[in-house]
C-alpha cells in the first residue's frame, strides 16, 4: 500500500519560489497550494497567478489539491453566498491550468450566537450543493474539511453534509477535532476519523496538545501530541488508503492569524524537519512512500 506526501508549503515561505524549494528539499513533487505573498490560489490577479503556474512547470512540481477559501470559517451563512461563488469561478479554470481535480471547501461558520440545533442546516446544505455542483460539472471534486465549521462540529455533523449533498467527499484533519468549538467540546481524532473514513479521500496532518493555561491549542510534531496520529496512519494502511497526506505544522506560522510569525529561516527548518517525521511516521505505519 502507497500514498504520497505533499504539504501546504505557504508555512514554509510565503512566496512561490520558497515554497517549491522547501516542497524539493524533501525530494517531494507534490504541493498542496493555498496562500501565495499572502493570496489565496483564487484571489491572485491574473498576471501574478501565471507567474505562480510558470514557476511550478518549470519545477516539475505539481499541486495536489487547493486549499481554497470557498465557505470557510470566515464566512458567515447568514451573509449573502456571493464571495463563495465568486471564488469558485475563479478557482475552476485555475485548478485545470494547473491540472489539479481536488479543492478544499466548508460548511460556513459556526453561528455562536445561535443554539446548537438552530444552525441553518438546510441553507448550509442548499450552497454546498450549488457550490458541489459547479466544481463537478467541470470534472474536479471538491472536498469538506472538518475545521471551525458547522461540519466540523462533530463527526455526526460531517455525515449530514455527506448524506444531504450528495457525492460530497472529505478531507480530514488529525488536530481539528481537538479544537474547542462553541456548541462542541473538544474531540477524539480517533473517533471522529473512525466514523467518517469510509468517505475520506485526502488526509491533512497536524498534532497538537491543549494548553490549558493559555486555554489554546500547543501545534507540535507529528506524533508527538496528543491526536493519535501514528493510530490514524496505521488505520489508512487497514482500509486501503492510496491517497496523498499532506502536512500542516501551524508551528512557526498559522496561515489564518497574522498574529503568529516566525524568522524565514525557521519556517523552512520546521517544515522540513516536520515532513522527515512525517515520513519515518508514515513507514513506521507500514505504508510505503511514492513519489
Not at 68 to 95: G, Y
Not at 182 to 195: A, G, I, L
Not at 233 to 241: D, I
Request: net charge negative; with cysteine.
Amino acid at each position: 500500500m502507497s500514498v504520497f506526501l505533499t504539504g501546504f508549503a505557504d508555512e514554509a515561505a510565503g512566496d512561490i519560489q520558497g515554497q517549491i524549494a522547501a516542497i524539493r528539499s524533501l525530494g517531494w513533487r507534490h504541493l498542496e497550494a493555498r496562500n501565495v505573498d499572502g493570496r489565496n490560489l483564487h484571489d491572485l490577479d491574473a498576471a501574478a497567478f501565471d507567474d505562480v503556474a510558470r514557476a511550478l512547470d518549470d519545477a516539475g512540481v505539481r499541486v495536489n489539491a487547493l486549499g481554497s477559501n470557498i465557505a470557510n470559517w470566515a464566512k458567515s451563512v447568514e451573509d449573502p453566498v456571493d464571495s463563495s461563488l465568486e471564488e469558485t469561478r475563479r478557482a475552476i479554470p485555475r485548478m485545470h491550468r494547473l491540472g489539479v481535480r481536488q479543492v478544499r471547501i466548508m460548511s460556513f461558520a459556526v453561528l455562536a450566537d445561535r443554539a446548537a440545533d438552530d444552525q441553518l442546516v438546510d441553507e448550509r446544505v442548499a450552497r454546498l450543493n450549488t457550490i458541489c455542483a459547479l466544481f463537478r460539472s467541470e470534472g474536479l471534486e471538491p472536498l469538506h474539511e472538518n475545521c471551525m465549521n458547522y461540519g466540523g462540529l462533530s463527526w455526526e455533523h460531517t455525515l449530514r453534509l455527506v448524506e444531504r449533498v450528495p457525492g460530497l467527499r472529505l478531507v480530514f484533519d488529525t488536530a481539528n477535532p481537538g479544537l474547542d468549538l462553541p456548541h462542541s467540546p473538544r474531540q477524539s481524532s480517533w473517533e471522529f476519523f473512525e466514523h467518517i473514513q469510509a468517505h475520506v479521500a485526502h488526509i491533512h496532518i497536524k498534532d497538537m496538545v491543549w494548553d490549558a493555561e493559555k486555554n489554546a491549542p500547543r501545534y507540535v510534531c507529528p506524533g508527538e501530541g496528543d491526536r493519535e496520529v501514528p493510530r490514524i496512519l496505521a488505520a489508512l494502511r487497514t482500509v486501503g488508503y492510496t491517497g496523498g497526506i499532506s502536512i500542516e505544522p501551524h508551528m512557526q506560522v498559522v496561515f489564518h492569524d497574522t498574529a503568529i510569525s516566525a524568522r524565514a529561516e525557521a519556517r523552512r527548518a520546521n517544515f522540513q524537519e516536520y515532513g522527515r517525521r512525517m515520513e519515518r511516521l508514515v513507514r513506521a505505519a507500514g505504508l510505503e512512500i511514492r513519489p
